[in-house]
């Protein structure tokens, strides 16, 4: 849970940083490995 937790801001701070440069395409990739880390938590805690 804490290696997902991790990856999941991971991915928060690197979107950031692409939506402040610009970078669509990136952005919306990071905001997809941000909902897929955020859908894992939320399976594993409902387990």
Same mark, same amino acid.
């Given at each position: 849970?804490?290696?997902?937790? =991790?990856?999941?801001? @991971?991915?928060?701070s690197?979107?950031?940083?692409?939506?402040?440069?610009?970078?669509?395409?990136?952005?919306? @990739?990071?905001?997809?490995?941000? @909902?897929?880390?955020?859908?894992?938590?939320?399976?594993?805690?409902? =387990?």
């Amino acid at each position: 849970m804490k290696d997902l937790t =991790n990856k999941y801001e @991971n991915a928060k701070s690197s979107s950031i940083e692409f939506m402040k440069n610009g970078q669509i395409s990136a952005y919306l @990739n990071s905001l997809l490995e941000m @909902n897929k880390y955020k859908r894992l938590m939320v399976a594993i805690t409902a =387990n």
